[in-house]
Structures are given as structure tokens and as C-alpha cells.
């Protein structure tokens, strides 16, 4: 099967590449060239922009993919160019979501009032009614933030009768090379020899989807070679979502840290968000439909990006809900941890 890939060369793109010619797939990847990946021996380049694939049809044409994979359709007129170029050209279309369609993702926020969503969540549960939920943070029309949406994205490609689409919601996603670096923060305090990690309460128990890059990259992978996920959309996942506390208290156990994780009463550290609402995914329509399953024993996954964090240590750091070292050890001490009288210690 010949695969090529809009916009390959960052995080995951790389590890699906991998994951595709280690399958015995022929495999392309259209970027800008301004990313230096290494790509596997034999692994075709395009150069281009993304906004203007028509320039580069001959090229396609050439190459003849059987399926089109777009990691970086982030709005309606990405979808529609997408199809306009390719639905003759392709015989199926895979694109990248996210979690952050959901109904219950616009109740995180705030951008959607309304009660508690139920999750986990499934592929058929409520998206978001009220589109563009970071437009309110955009500097103008030409920011990304103006007309960023996957719920348009998803309805281009599942509406289009001649570009069979496959659509795939991905979760927080961390591993070597994360550009968001969702652990640095907690392996910092960490390394540093924290005595105790303070969690507002709500914070604590808050769900959402996590996943290790090349466990994403080989669910997207098992979606492109299987024609049984034409038409279909699907959630990736770990099976089984952790509290935020949960979560960093297996970091904790990764790094060797023995220090407390502590809940503080809600309100007592700001957060710009409704911890209260869950954000976790069901991913059991994929591995039943599919059968996907991960590729990564769990511990060495979260040993991997452990190294790649202390190797690549970033120039700032942002936690969620994370206080400096001076508010939180004058929080610490008002609470008491599990000694005080409001205070909790957790796991």
C-alpha cells in the first residue's frame, strides 16, 4: 500500500512514518521542509504548503497514494482542500481529531454552559454545539485560533461520498519529542526533591485521555491499513484513564520520588478551567473493530519520555494548576498536608 502523509515530520508524524514502513508500506510525507525528521531510508519527500496542495497534484499523482493521511487538518477549509485535491486521486482519507469535539470538552472550559457530562466518552456522545472554542483568544482573522475547529473538519470528511473518511480522536499525547512537554513540570518538582506535590482537590480527580506516542501512532497506523475503519470515527485512548493524582503519582514512581501529593481545598489554587468535568475517552470501538491494541509495555513507555523530559529540559515550564515553590510551601503549610484540618493527602 502507498501512504502519504500531510504534514509528517513532528512528534507523531515520525513514528507513524516508522510504524507504516516497518509494515511493509510505501510511504510519502508532504511538508513545509522546514522540520529536519529523521524519516526511514526511502521514505518520499513533497515539499509544499499545506494551504495550497493543488500546486503539488502532479507530484501526487506520481506517487499514487491509496490512502491520505492528514495530521494537520485543523479547519474546514484544510478538509475541503483535502478533498478537493485527492478524491481523485486516493482511494480513502485518514484524518487526525481530537478529543476536544465533545460536548464535555466545551463544559471543561467554560465555553459551553450547561450540567456534568458523563463519561467516559464514546464516539457517539454529544459534540460541542457552539463552534471556534479558542476564537475569544485570537488576535484576528489570520490567528490560528480564529477558525481552528475539528467538528467541521470531521463533518468535510465524513460527508464526502467520493473520499471514503476515517476519522480518529487522539488524546493528550506525551512521549520523546512532545511539543507540549505535559510532564516536564511535575518532573522538575520532582528532580528538585519536592517534599509534596499540591493538586487542587477537584484537579486531583480529574479524568482525561492519555496516550504514548507510538501507541498513537500505531492505532492511527492500524486505521490506514484497514479498510473495515472507512467511515468510521474512533477514540485513542489508554484503556484505562488515571486521575490527575493517579497520574502523577506514577510519574512520581517512575522517577524514584517519595514525596506526598497533597489536595488542597477547591478554590485555594486558580484554575482558568471546570476541573469538575472529565474529559476521558472510551477507546473499546477501535480495539474491538480494529483490534488495537497498544505496543508499549506502560512502564517502559513513561520511562521513555522521563528520559527525553531530562535530556531536552524545556526554558519555561507550565503546569496546570502548579504553584511557584513559595506559594506552594506557604499553601503546604496552611493545609498541613495530612496533618492539617483542610489539608489531604492522596494515594
Not at 40 to 62: A, K, M, Q, T, W
Not at 185 to 208: F, H, N, Q, S, T
Not at 226 to 234: L, N, P, S, T
Request: glycine share 10%; proline share 7%; with cysteine.
Amino acid at each position: 500500500m502507498r501512504v502519504l502523509l500531510i504534514g509528517g515530520t513532528n512528534f507523531i508524524g515520525p513514528a507513524l512514518t516508522r510504524r507504516l514502513v516497518g509494515m511493509g508500506h510505501e510511504v510519502a510525507v508532504f511538508h513545509r521542509g522546514r522540520t529536519r525528521a529523521e524519516l526511514p531510508v526511502g521514505v518520499g519527500r513533497i515539499l509544499g504548503d499545506r494551504r495550497d496542495l493543488g500546486s503539488r497534484v502532479d507530484e501526487f499523482r506520481r506517487f499514487a497514494p491509496d490512502v491520505v493521511v492528514d495530521m494537520i487538518a485543523f479547519t474546514e477549509g484544510d478538509a475541503l482542500g483535502l478533498v478537493e485535491t485527492f478524491r481523485a486521486l486516493a482511494r480513502r482519507a485518514v484524518v487526525v481529531s481530537s478529543g476536544d469535539v465533545y460536548r464535555a470538552y466545551g463544559r471543561f472550559i467554560g465555553f459551553e454552559d450547561g450540567p456534568i457530562e458523563p463519561t467516559p466518552l464514546t464516539e457517539d456522545s454529544p459534540s460541542r454545539e457552539v463552534l471556534f472554542p479558542f476564537r475569544p483568544r485570537a488576535e484576528g482573522p489570520d490567528d490560528f485560533f480564529f477558525s481552528y475547529d475539528k467538528i467541521p473538519v470531521e463533518r468535510v470528511i465524513l460527508g464526502e461520498p467520493d473520499l471514503p473518511g476515517t476519522v480518529l480522536r487522539l488524546p493528550m499525547v506525551h512521549g520523546p519529542g512532545d511539543p507540549y512537554r505535559r510532564l516536564s513540570a511535575y518532573i522538575r518538582r520532582m528532580d528538585d526533591g519536592r517534599p509534596a506535590i499540591v493538586l487542587d482537590e477537584a484537579m486531583a480527580g480529574w479524568k482525561c485521555p492519555r496516550g504514548y506516542v507510538e501507541d498513537v501512532a500505531a492505532a492511527i497506523a492500524t486505521a490506514v491499513v484497514d479498510d473495515r475503519a472507512e467511515r468510521r470515527v474512533y477514540n485513542v485512548a489508554e484503556r484505562d484513564s488515571l486521575t490527575e493524582a493517579g497520574w502523577v503519582r506514577r510519574i512520581g514512581e517512575a522517577v524514584g520520588w517519595r514525596g506526598r501529593i497533597v489536595a488542597a481545598p477547591v478554590g485555594r489554587i486558580p484554575l482558568p478551567y471546570h476541573m469538575n468535568q472529565d474529559v476521558d475517552m472510551d477507546s473499546g470501538r477501535i480495539r474491538r473493530e480494529l483490534d488495537y491494541a497498544e505496543t508499549t509495555p506502560p512502564d517502559e513507555a513513561l520511562a521513555m519520555t522521563i528520559a527525553w523530559e531530562r535530556a531536552n529540559p524545556p526554558t519555561t515550564l507550565h503546569g496546570l494548576g502548579l504553584l511557584d515553590y513559595e506559594a506552594e510551601d506557604e499553601l503546604l503549610g496552611e493545609i498541613g498536608g495530612d496533618r492539617g484540618p483542610v489539608g489531604r493527602q492522596l494515594l
